[in-house]
């Protein structure tokens, strides 16, 4: 991949991941009735789903793969930062 076609699924990259992060943190959220959390993160997962579906819908294999891959880290940031996050909460 040249620098211009890095560049430009870096976009795409940072979709997949805050898309991906929101349904980790919303899933954790959940299990630990988080309420609040809940709310925020099931609005943000809808927000934003609004925006991927064009991308991705008619994005070439690459795009696919790029976005997935975010999608990936994203899931597993989301998982860590949720617990970070309730762990602080609970601590309260």
Do not use: C, H
């Not at 976009?11 to 959220?29: C, D, E, K």
């Amino acid at each position: 991949m040249g620098n211009k076609k890095i560049l430009k699924s870096v976009p795409l990259f940072t979709t997949g991941f805050v898309q991906v992060y929101f349904v980790a943190v919303n899933t954790y959220f959940i299990a630990n009735e988080l309420y609040l959390g809940v709310l925020i993160a099931a609005f943000m997962i809808s927000l934003i789903w609004s925006f991927n579906v064009k991308k991705i819908a008619f994005g070439s294999t690459v795009d696919r793969v790029v976005y997935s891959s975010g999608a990936t880290f994203g899931s597993l940031v989301g998982l860590w930062s949720s617990s970070f996050i309730a762990n602080v909460l609970n601590g309260l």
